[in-house]
T-cell receptor
Framework: KNEVEQSPQNLTAQEGEFITINCSYS?????LHWLQQHPGGGIVSLFM???GKKKHGRLIATINIQEKHSSLHITASHPRDSAVYIC?????????FGEGTQLTVNP | DTAVSQTPKYLVTQMGNDKSIKCEQN?????MYWYKQDSKKFLKIMFS???????INETVPNRFSPKSPDKAHLNLHINSLELGDSAVYFC???????????FGEGSWLTVV
């Protein structure tokens, strides 16, 4: 079993829908990261969390340290949100990745 | 200016060859990484350097050798390339610890 589990693996939504991607981890962490990888391949860091909640535009990330769980929410989804979303946890300098969630938002 | 730049972006080479991928960051970060993304899109850490010193070396064949001439550069040399080395290799940097990580655009390596 991976140390970082994401669900769902694949997600298809209609434009405007509210989207949630979940991440659970089984190791001690110093921080949790949400990353976005577009079809062109580049990886962008969306959030880094060690507690609570962060918001950036239509994206919201939450983390519950006690339950070892994080969620990434996208409000009013748009086709340009289509990408792979990757959860990763850091422990010191080591980063462990989930397998990613392929999100497709249809117009 | 690109924060983390890696070259080449695409590399097609024959089995048995030796190749290098270069990485440079202009963010002043102390820590640099190499990650491998396989055909299933799963990312795994290969190496991590902090101030030119190796701090993480995952179970990677010793055909892979990182070299850090200074803290702004971390190059990846691969000897005797094999078909299974085909993947996307990402360089990244961060201030260290659990801080935000900045990725390069990836290098697509195809071994034929």
């Amino acid at each position: 079993k991976n140390e970082v589990e994401q669900s769902p693996q694949n997600l298809t939504a209609q434009e405007g829908e509210f989207i949630t991607i979940n991440c659970s981890y089984s190791v001690g962490i110093s921080a949790l990261h949400w990353l976005q990888q577009h079809p062109g391949g580049g990886i962008v860091s969306l959030f880094m969390l060690s507690s609570g909640k962060k918001k950036h535009g239509r994206l919201i990330a939450t983390i519950n340290i006690q339950e070892k769980h994080s969620s990434l929410h996208i409000t009013a989804s748009h086709p340009r949100d289509s990408a792979v979303y990757i959860c990763a946890v850091s422990s010191g300098s080591r980063l462990t990745f989930g397998e990613g969630t392929q999100l497709t938002v249809n117009p | 200016d690109t924060a983390v730049s890696q070259t080449p972006k695409y590399l097609v080479t024959q089995m048995g060859n030796d190749k290098s991928i270069k990485c440079e960051q202009n963010l002043g970060h102390d820590t640099m990484y190499w990650y491998k993304q396989d055909s299933k899109k799963f990312l795994k850490i290969m190496f991590s350097y902090n101030n030119k010193e190796l701090i993480i070396n995952e179970t990677v064949p010793n055909r892979f050798s990182p070299k850090s001439p200074d803290k702004a550069h971390l190059n990846l040399h691969i000897n005797s390339l094999e078909l299974g080395d085909s993947a996307v290799y990402f360089c990244a940097s961060s201030p260290g610890g659990g801080n935000t990580i900045y990725f390069g655009e990836g290098s697509w390596l195809t071994v034929v």
